[in-house]
């Protein structure tokens, strides 16, 4: 290929390559034999085996393009919490409902506001749509409410708050949520990112519905990547207010849910029991993991979500104790990138891979700090 003079050549648009790509976390361990990956919140429990045959089925249908507005999606999303499907957009993931967000509502010279340690794509997202990354911190890796409005200010477009976050697994109760819709000003978009609200279990939490039926200035995300174990095929939605939904529907790709996906979708919905037995299992194994590992002298944050933030003295003991599970084949995510590089995050695993980690971990600790 002939060398073109780099004067000449098409750029990006300004801005775009001093943006930190999202690094996921790791899924193997070269070397190791059996791996247990507890690094990116997927379900032990997999996906419903009715959203499985859904999925087989929808192969029969390859060729034919999926219906553009998912429909049928939205009506069973709609059934299932008891929301007008005209008022839900769906996408691939909410991780594209949040970008396509962005783009409506935040342009060049505008602000876009997510906490401390909260989710890597909404200054992603902020960033890609031409805007400011304002960062709000938090109090005891806790949102806070008061320190999120102290931020905002008249180039302020979009408020990003996840409920419950990752990778802290901290909470806002629904009266402080409630609080922060009310307190901001009517032009600025309050997103509420609830992909962890089934696993969220409190009688204080509330995933967003409420505020957004009530209110012009909110919106709620939602993804089947987490308690559905549909992260494969790249799945979410949003419930938001009309005005919303017509701008996202009119700048989003015409077909960005496919069929199968849609088709897997409805049928997890369906299956509440699954969903059931996948919240037992988190909040046993979640409370087990957290016992056992404090009883190490290892400090885990109070989680909502089905993860477990390990916090160890320094960044380097947390390095040492991520390449010391990587070697018993436990994959665990680093999580220097949101702020905390002395800590690990810990999906909640099946019972083998629990075990295994506590284990691990004792093995790590030596027996000076093993009192469990």
Same mark, same amino acid.
Not at 281 to 293: P, S
């Given at each position: 290929m002939t060398k073109i003079d780099g004067a000449a050549r098409p750029r990006a648009l300004a801005g775009v390559f001093s943006i930190d790509p999202y690094v996921p976390g790791k899924s193997s361990a070269p070397g190791v034999g059996k791996i247990y990956k507890l690094s990116s919140n997927e379900t032990p429990l997999g996906p419903s085996p009715r959203a499985i045959e859904a999925f087989a089925a929808a192969a029969d249908h390859l060729s034919a393009y999926p219906d553009g507005t998912a429909g049928v999606l939205r009506a069973a999303i709609g059934r299932k919490f008891g929301l007008d499907p005209a008022h839900i957009v769906c996408g691939s993931g909410s991780d594209e409902v949040i970008h396509l967000l962005a783009s409506a509502y935040i342009g060049a010279g505008d602000e876009g506001v997510f906490t401390e340690h909260g989710f890597l794509v909404y200054k992603i997202a902020i960033l890609a749509a031409g805007g400011t990354p304002v960062v709000a911190p938090e109090t005891n890796i806790t949102a806070d409410v008061d320190a999120i409005l102290a931020k905002v200010g008249p180039r302020t477009k979009v408020v990003f708050f996840a409920n419950p976050n990752n990778p802290t697994g901290t909470y806002l109760p629904a009266a402080e949520v409630e609080r922060l819709a009310d307190s901001l000003p009517r032009d600025v978009l309050l997103v509420i990112d609830a992909a962890y609200a089934e696993y969220a279990t409190k009688g204080d939490y509330a995933a967003g519905e409420a505020l957004v039926s009530t209110r012009e200035n909110v919106v709620m995300t939602r993804t089947f990547s987490k308690i559905h174990g549909l992260a494969a095929l790249r799945l979410g939605w949003c419930y938001a207010p009309a005005e919303v939904c017509d701008a996202l529907n009119r700048i989003r790709p015409p077909f *960005?849910? *496919?069929?199968? &996906?849609? /088709? &897997?979708? +409805? /049928? /997890?919905?369906?299956?509440? &029991?699954h969903v059931e037995l996948a919240i037992?299992? *988190? !909040?046993?194994? @979640? !409370?087990?993991? &957290? @016992?056992? +590992?404090? /009883?190490l002298e290892i400090k885990t944050t109070p989680s909502a979500g089905n993860f477990l933030l390990l916090h160890f003295a320094d960044p380097a003991e947390a390095a040492a104790a991520d390449a010391f599970l990587t070697g018993r084949g436990l994959i665990l995510r680093a999580v220097g990138a949101y702020g905390l590089p002395s800590c690990l995050r810990l999906t909640v695993g099946s019972e083998d891979a629990n075990r295994l980690v506590v284990a691990a971990l004792r093995d790590f600790v030596g027996p000076g700090k093993a009192n469990g």
């Open positions: *960005n849910t *496919n069929g199968p &996906a849609i /088709a &897997a979708g +409805i /049928a /997890a919905l369906e299956d509440a &029991a037992v299992h *988190n !909040d046993e194994w @979640r !409370d087990w993991l &957290a @016992r056992e +590992i404090g /009883a």
